[in-house]
């Protein structure tokens, strides 16, 4: 079983920045993939970044320029720098990686960290 576990949301200005960070914990073989997600409300999660494990990236339009995604291997986390927010960028972020275990290889997700970005 692996467990990722998120942190750095919260309520920030407009124009203003977070970090969020995603650990992965577990015995773990291997990390593939790992990316953000969100899900505001009345929407349908959608894809804000991935990162390969050779670092190749890849973004959203709506995020692109102004969000970063970037990985520690040793760590086995994830991060998303989040600047210039815009209101329309609330949503509960979520973190997901493809992690190879005893078990396979299995897409695991994080609890979820909100962000809210006020006019």
């Known amino acids: 079983q692996v467990q990722l576990v998120e942190s750095g949301g919260g309520l920030v200005q407009a124009g203003g920045s977070l970090r969020l960070s995603c650990a992965a914990s577990?015995?773990?073989?291997?990390?593939?993939?790992m990316g953000w997600y969100r899900q505001a409300p009345g929407k349908q999660r959608e894809l804000v970044a991935t990162i390969t494990s050779g670092g190749s990236t890849n973004y959203a339009d709506s995020v692109k320029g102004r969000f970063t995604i970037s990985r520690d291997n040793a760590k086995n986390t994830v991060y998303l720098q989040m600047n210039s927010l815009k209101p329309e960028d609330t949503a509960v972020y979520y973190c997901?990686?493809?992690?190879?275990?005893?078990?396979?290889?299995?897409?695991?997700w994080g609890q979820g960290t909100q962000v809210t970005v006020s006019s």
């Open positions: 997901n990686a493809d992690v190879r275990t005893i078990l396979g290889e299995h897409a695991y």
């Open positions: 577990g015995i773990i073989f291997s990390i593939n993939d």
